[in-house]
């Protein structure tokens, strides 16, 4: 077996339940030899011989749900898996790019803080519904009226090189890191650039207390630069492990309590930021900004942390 047949059964193996992969892997992998020596037996070159059964076999993610005998229908069968990964792609980042965006641009407008957030979150959620609304009836549509998209065959030089047992591809890691690099960035940046211009017109208000690089602010940032490291290290080790577990337990915490310290005693937004908003400065207000800032840090702290607990336990 070479390492694209490996591929194939791996790329199979992804969607199968963990107790039936070692059943499934022999029976393929016993399927495949057998089908390659029956062309070879022909006189095909066995590499030859290697891609074209697995041509014939076909998308691995419609071969598992046959062995799995689930079904890849909700509009129908013909286009299930392109309306999928489609969708899929899309919600992956449109919704919370329209939010973000929108948050910024009320956040620069006007004087509620609070109001720019519930648009930038409210758009996101409504940008969510409209693309799985409107992808989901046009491939009903297409399904409904047998239009032909002709779109490409699936081919083998299409299979992923990811083991079936990695936790962490490449994709999200790519995705982890690149947002760790794009927030350690701007935690500098902020204190020049933060697009919230002064009443005055005249630059840009820190969002972070300028007095907090003395010490604070560059300890966050190293934190943050050694979460990157350890976004690199679990990629590499493909999996969770208890060192890794252990790291990113001390990282998430090193991070988010110094973060709820600060906000709880009003030191981590700058106070001219917090002056340039009418709505922020008054006291009762500002007091729930803090609040839902530290309730969102220790669920999001407290679930990444069960998160990878989890994901190791099911490695184990």
Do not use: C
């Not at 650039?193 to 010490?215: H, K, M, Q, T, Y």
Request: hydrophobic letters at 50%; proline letters at 5%; a negative charge.
């Amino acid at each position: 077996m070479t390492s694209l047949t490996d591929r194939y059964v791996a790329a199979t193996l992804r969607t199968v339940p963990a107790q039936r992969r070692e059943e499934i892997a022999a029976e393929l992998r016993g399927s495949i030899e057998d089908m390659i020596d029956g062309r070879t037996a022909a006189g095909e070159d066995s590499t030859t011989a290697e891609r074209e059964v697995l041509t014939e076999l076909g998308d691995p993610a419609q071969l598992a749900a046959r062995y799995e005998d689930r079904r890849l229908q909700l509009i129908g069968p013909t286009y299930y898996l392109a309306w999928f990964r489609l969708l899929r792609l899309l919600l992956s980042f449109v919704p919370a790019l329209v939010g973000v965006v929108v948050g910024l641009v009320q956040a620069t407008d006007g004087d509620n803080a609070g109001g720019a957030v519930g648009s930038g979150i409210a758009a996101a959620i409504q940008t969510a519904v409209q693309i799985g609304f409107w992808v989901t009836l046009v491939f009903a549509i297409l399904e409904r009226t047998n239009t032909k998209l002709d779109l490409p065959a699936w081919t083998v030089d299409q299979l992923p090189n990811d083991r079936p047992d990695r936790q962490i591809t490449l994709t999200d890691a790519a995705a982890s890191i690149g947002w760790l690099a794009i927030f350690t960035a701007y935690v500098p940046l902020q204190h020049f650039f933060s697009f919230v211009p002064a009443r005055d017109g005249e630059g840009n208000l820190p969002i972070l207390n300028p007095e907090l690089w003395s010490f604070w602010l560059p300890f966050l940032m190293v934190v943050l630069i050694a979460t990157l490291g350890l976004e690199i290290a679990k990629y590499r080790a493909g999996r969770w492990t208890r060192p890794l577990v252990v790291t990113s337990a001390v990282l998430d915490l090193a991070f988010a309590i110094p973060v709820i310290l600060l906000m709880a005693n009003d030191r981590l937004l700058s106070p001219e930021l917090v002056a340039r908003f009418d709505w922020l400065s008054q006291p009762d207000n500002l007091d729930t900004v803090a609040t839902v800032t530290i309730v969102v840090t220790i669920v999001i702290t407290l679930w990444h942390i069960a998160e990878s607990i989890i994901k190791l336990r099911r490695t184990a």
